[in-house]
């Protein structure tokens, strides 16, 4: 079976500091693989270690993208594309990249994370099912293949349900389904000597859209904090009301 | 100006109405919901059986037919799935997540962004927006909604198994005061500690993410935070709880957030409007004490 994979490279939003404005201090921030493109890894590496196959990984990042592409690499992901030329979120631009680069091969199955975190736009599944022209099924649980037919379970409100779908299909994941690996030095190791496909992407960002302001929200809490036994009566007092 | 809402949640399309209600009309698409039509809309449509072919089909449709000036989807998985499709099939660019939208000339929207570390506000020509839930509190109007029913054609994917949930109680997105509990509560048995709390104020249980996922003390609909629910209660009471961004940005509609945790220096203190730095497990029954 052949299974894409979609990765997405972040800063780690963790160590986000702010200016004097309140604004994000940006540079120099470390990357790292998005938290539910680890799931979307491993849910990639399973399928292959149940049904055989090859897992290639695709990321629309920069040049600094390679190191999450090794980060894949040991997981188990057995050929990888950095596609250069990531400027900004931009859901519909990313997945034009993508799709342009997916085209050129034929995959069963296409996986990603549902959500990134650091917008938790949630669209690209969206798109890239309509300009691959593919069905797709979002924030699954556990995928099964049996020919050419899988049968995804997604996770809603107040049930799992399981949808029948044709392949190849989109499936986005959540982070319920699996628990992503941590792997062991002598994979990380022979992950860093393994070749790195690099292309230049094509993507064409337009100024429909312009940041007014990006700042940390202020908060309007009162922050009446009490500290050393206080601060019970005062409590009790103002929750009163509710009985 | 004209605009279309669109969620397969009947409750998130009350409130999506409700915050656009006076600056626009509205027509709605939804699932089946006795008191949809009392929320001010022109035209409520209901749908059954939608999956996201069928009801892009009929969307895309329905959209160039009526020309609407904008479109706002709640951002469910339904709803998210369709935004990506109708923004590629109708070439509108959609703008993620808003919690905030004015129309002066341009449009000016807001959403989170780095995590719920920030809010961007932007400046742009979408027509599109996925709608974060709980934008606002729902409230009827005396103006009734026309109603039709809509006949989706017959979709390619078939539902082969539908598994209930344990979803003990009420949803929390409904509730008037919330007790959340976080890691510092330690251990799934003490929640009996802290349930005389809940009795006493009538409450529900919520809990953070790692206690409703990564040790499922509680039920996952009990999670709150930007990947859980929305609440918006009078009171949230945080316990245990430190407060990472993820979580606030699910407690941000709550009319008064009380925290008590014995780190003093957890970022939950400076999002309360009133805390106690003390062991929950000391402050909890003393609490309840005066509450009696």
Known sequence: MDIAVLVKQTVDMDQIKLNDNNEPILDDLPLKMDILSKNAVEAAVQLKEKYTGKVTAFIFGTERSTSTMKEAYAMGVDDGTVIKGYQKSDPTVTASVLAEELKKSKFDIIILGDQSSDSYSGLLAGILSSELGLDVVTNAINIEIKDKIANVTVESENEDITVETKLPAIVSVAQEINEARLPKVMQIMAAGKKPINIVEGKPDYRDDSRILSDKAPESQRKKIIYEDGKGIDEVAKILKVVK | ??????????????????????????????????????????????????????????????????????????????????????????????????????????????????????????????????????????????????????????????????????????????????????????????????????????????????????????????????????????????????????????????????????????????????GIVGDLFTVVPELVKKLK
């Not at chain 2, 959340?180 to 809940?198: H, Y």
């Not at chain 2, 990947?227 to 940005?249: C, E, M, N, T, W």
């Open chain 2, 1 to 274: 100006m004209k605009a279309l809402v669109f969620s397969d949640e009947p409750k998130n399309a009350r409130e999506i109405i409700t915050y656009l209600r006076g600056k626009m009309d509205i027509d709605v698409i939804s699932t089946e919901d006795k008191e949809l039509p009392e929320y001010g809309a022109q035209k409520v449509y209901f749908y059954k059986d939608g999956f996201v072919d069928n009801l892009s089909k009929f969307l895309a449709d329905h959209i160039t037919k009526n020309k609407y000036d904008f479109v706002f989807i709640s951002s469910t998985n339904t709803g998210r799935e369709l935004a990506g499709i109708l923004s590629y099939k109708l070439k509108m660019k959609c703008m993620p997540e808003i919690f905030s939208f004015e129309h002066g000339g341009k449009t000016v929207t807001k959403r989170f962004f780095h995590g719920g570390k920030t809010v961007v506000e932007e400046e742009s020509d979408f027509q599109m927006f996925t709608v974060s839930a709980s934008i606002c509190e729902a409230e009827k109007t005396d103006k009734r909604s026309e109603i039709e029913n809509i006949n989706l054609d017959k979709s390619n994917y078939k539902i082969i198994n539908v598994k209930g949930k344990n979803t003990a109680g009420t949803d929390i997105r409904n509730a008037k005061v919330i007790v959340s509990i976080g890691r510092g509560l330690g251990s799934e048995e003490n929640i009996k500690k802290i349930q005389p709390l809940v009795d006493e104020l009538h409450a529900e249980i919520a809990g953070s993410r790692p206690v409703c996922l990564d040790y499922k003390w509680l039920s996952e609909d009990k999670q709150v935070g930007l990947s859980g629910k929305k609440v918006r209660p009078d009171f949230y009471i945080a316990l245990g709880i430190s407060g990472q961004i993820q979580h606030i940005a699910g407690i941000r509609g709550s009319k008064t957030i009380i925290a008590i945790n014995k780190d003093k220096s957890a970022p939950i203190f400076e999002e309360c409007d009133y």
